[in-house]
């Protein structure tokens, strides 16, 4: 069938047109302890939780990676089986940097929250209960991350949702100034996550046969009446017949169905 430009059109209008890579938003719901350090004031009111959402010009979605292990059968190539996902990230996002420098403070203090890397007068001077170079509790410095990608034709009512969970950032960029340049700054930040879930994806549940204690033990008991069968089929010897070997495989059958 020829290529048609008309009905390739007519497939992607189907489904709103091409998705944008502008049409998103994030939001982040930061730990009780780094909002109350970083808490805007009667003067400065500048709230890093809510503009997080329009500072951050620049962000992946994470990737899905599965790892597999090579297997190989006698007389043919080897094989790939899949083992375990991948753990997620790392992940970077781009932010404007105002002028006034509140988004490069509030990530210098969510990095001091993580690690106290400025110690004061003398080394045992004390930031927020931690010593210079106290490692904090992941608590009180890992967030949830919420990535909105909007629908082209339908912003902002129609959005795929990725949910990130246990965020913190683990490399803070530099800034690179320039006489020579007017252009705007942007902080590049590299973010670690715990776990994440998308819309794509289902949740699952638990199997009614392992919702309880004894589910395991029905299983281990299966497999050892499968391993009786087998043991009773070999200790009676050959088959004397073509009926007693049909009967000694379905009593194996029968016996395999049950794990």
Known sequence: MPFNISEFKSQFDRYGGPAMSNLFSVQVALPEKLRARIQPTENNAFDMGHTFTFFCHKMDIPAIGINTSDVAYTGQMKKKHPTRVQNPGPMTASFFVDSDHHVLKFFHAWAQNIVNYNKGNNAFDELDGKLPHEVGFKKDFA????????????????????????????AIGSLGLDWSSKTALSLDVQFTITDMSFDGAKSGKT??????????????????????AV???????????????????????????KI
């Open 231 to 257: 043991r009773g089929t070999l200790k009676s010897g050959k088959p004397t017949s073509i009926q007693d070997a049909i009967n000694k495989l379905d009593r194996l059958g029968n016996a395999f169905g």
């Open 207 to 228: 199997n009614s046969r392992l919702s309880r204690a004894s589910g395991l033990l029905d299983i281990l008991g299966d497999i050892a009446g499968f391993g009786d």
């Open 143 to 170: 967030c949830d991350m919420i990535i909105k990608h909007y629908s082209t034709d339908s912003y902002p009512d129609v959005y795929y949702e990725t949910k990130l969970q246990g965020v913190w950032p683990v």
